[in-house]
């Protein structure tokens, strides 16, 4: 194969082999001499590609979010209803390939990069935003704004606490159980606010 061909096929490698060497050290303490040596090639090679460590782990939380919007998009085309997109979104945020544990590992760790890093806080505030967008305008439906607002944050809040516990803790619940636990928060809240609503909460 063309040299030229290769460079796609590299970048890719030093991608997967960035998450999972922050997913084996548990923490943005990772070399690009190791990143490379995980790839199969030079550090020379890899500086040549994405010009320093900074954006080698730029481009695989590019490529993490990029992955987690691709299953949500394809969650949701089969999704007809209100109801069941929310359910998609939720699915999508549990799909075993964002949810592997060397993938949760690296959300954790570039949740601290973005305490430093502008470029990284501003891809965590891109997804944070779309996340939210995506649930409230699903939500709009069956709820007032107000309650469409908070749900959407609590759903939110759930999700990124099952990341960091699944990263942090043993004897974590697992995908499943975790969706469940997601959508039975959601079927409780929705149940509150129509009861609220209709006036059965006074």
Do not use: C
């Not at 194969?1 to 490698?13: L, N, Q, S, T, Y």
């Not at 779309?130 to 704004?145: E, W």
């Not at 999700?159 to 959601?186: C, H, K, W």
């Amino acid at each position: 194969m063309p040299k030229v061909g290769m460079e796609p096929i590299r970048r890719k490698a030093l991608i997967d082999a960035t998450i999972a060497e922050v997913g084996a050290a548990g923490s943005l303490d990772v070399t690009v001499g190791k990143i490379a040596r995980r790839a199969g090639m030079s550090s020379a090679l890899a500086h040549h590609y994405f010009g320093g460590k900074d954006q080698i782990l730029l481009a695989a939380m590019r490529h993490i979010l990029g992955t987690f919007g691709a299953h949500v998009r394809k969650e949701l085309s089969q999704a007809k209803t209100p109801l069941d997109r929310l359910h998609a979104i939720i699915v999508a945020s549990f799909h075993p390939q964002n949810f592997a544990d060397e993938v949760v590992t690296a959300w954790l760790a570039f949740y601290l990069q973005a305490q430093t890093s502008a470029d990284a806080k501003r891809l965590l505030r891109v997804y944070g935003r779309r996340l939210h967008s995506n649930l409230v305008y699903n939500l709009r439906p069956l709820v007032t704004a107000d309650r469409a607002n908070t749900i959407a944050h609590g759903i939110a809040a759930l999700i990124d606490g099952f990341y960091i516990r699944n990263a942090l803790q043993d004897n974590t619940p697992s995908r499943d159980q975790t969706v469940s636990m997601v959508e039975d928060y959601l079927a409780l809240a929705l149940a509150q606010a129509r009861e609220f609503e209709t006036g059965g909460a006074n």
